[in-house]
């Protein structure tokens, strides 16, 4: 993966905690979600490196 997409997975990941963290229903998917997205971004960026 590149540079940019770890940045976009990252953030994304960032997003769908925050998103979660708002909503009164449903929220453990979205911040589930964001988790995944932020452990694919540190694991990609360690194979990267």
């Known amino acids: ?3 940019a997409v770890l ?3 990252a953030v994304a990941g960032v997003g ?3 998103w979660g963290a708002h909503l ?3 929220p453990a998917g979205w ?3 964001g988790v995944l997205l932020l ?3 540190v694991l990609g960026a ?3 490196s």
């Open 1 to 3: 993966m590149t540079d």
């Open 7 to 9: 940045v976009i997975a």
């Open 16 to 18: 769908c905690c925050a």
């Open 24 to 26: 009164v229903y449903e």
């Open 31 to 33: 911040i589930t979600a």
């Open 39 to 41: 452990v694919g971004a």
């Open 46 to 48: 360690r194979r990267a």
